[in-house]
């Protein structure tokens, strides 16, 4: 069973997650980047470019997902580095620091606040958000061309795709696919017709959207949402 809430930690969302028995997760690309805490290890999980999958995995997870653009200054590690990866965080600081904070939240009454209190602590060290990050996912999660979004920014193609590269984990094309991709499930979830949703998130067509959830998301767009039709 999954459930989130908003996190005390800006921009971020705390969630926790157990699933079935032997059931397989999908978690679709969005974005973000997690700080993990799953049978006692704390990880992180970069951005990802296509679906990860779960299988058999049925002890509980407990995450901080923190929105696009911010874990990198939270975590000290540019978001390329993790690009499609589930790391430990013994990787990325010091492993005595690590084992400390491990043992602090395995002895916590609740290991989920306990995480949370982690990920605030650090975020409280860190650089504040770049408002030109935000700017950036604002223009494109809204549909602005990649080229059209660099130059009301002030910044040249390939400054931008850097920017990317350190923040987001990709390109801003790529970044642009997959913030498209959410708006369309959000809206077909929400019961709008496949062919309005494809209109309305930014796709050439129905067409588009199904090619783009199947390479995304590695399933079809049905099967995806769990029903037939538009």
Request: proline share 7%; charged share 25%.
């Amino acid at each position: 069973m999954y459930e989130e809430r908003a996190s005390r930690v800006l921009d971020a969302v705390v969630w926790t997650n157990t699933p079935p028995v032997g059931g397989a997760g999908r978690v679709l690309p969005d974005g973000c980047m997690d700080l993990l805490w799953h049978d006692g290890r704390l990880l992180v999980a970069g951005p990802d470019t296509r679906a990860y999958v779960t299988a058999g995995e049925s002890s509980s997870w407990a995450g901080v997902r923190f929105s696009p653009g911010t874990a990198p200054a939270v975590l000290g590690v540019p978001a390329h580095e993790l690009r499609d990866r589930r790391v430990d965080l013994a990787d990325l600081w010091p492993a005595g620091d690590v084992r400390r904070l491990c043992g602090r939240i395995g002895a916590a009454a609740d290991p989920v606040t306990a995480l949370e209190d982690v990920a605030l602590e650090r975020a409280a060290d860190a650089e504040p958000p770049d408002p030109l990050l935000r700017a950036v996912v604002t223009a494109l999660d809204a549909g602005r061309p990649v080229a059209v979004t660099a130059d009301e920014l002030g910044l040249g193609a390939r400054q931008l795709h850097r920017r990317c590269l350190s923040a987001f984990g990709y390109g801003p094309k790529t970044l642009a696919r997959i913030l498209r991709l959410q708006r369309a499930l959000a809206l077909a979830r929400g019961g709008v017709g496949l062919a309005d949703t494809a209109v309305r998130a930014g796709f050439a067509d129905q067409a588009h959207l199904a090619r783009d959830v199947k390479e995304l998301a590695g399933l079809p767009l049905g099967e995806l949402l769990g029903r037939r039709g538009g």
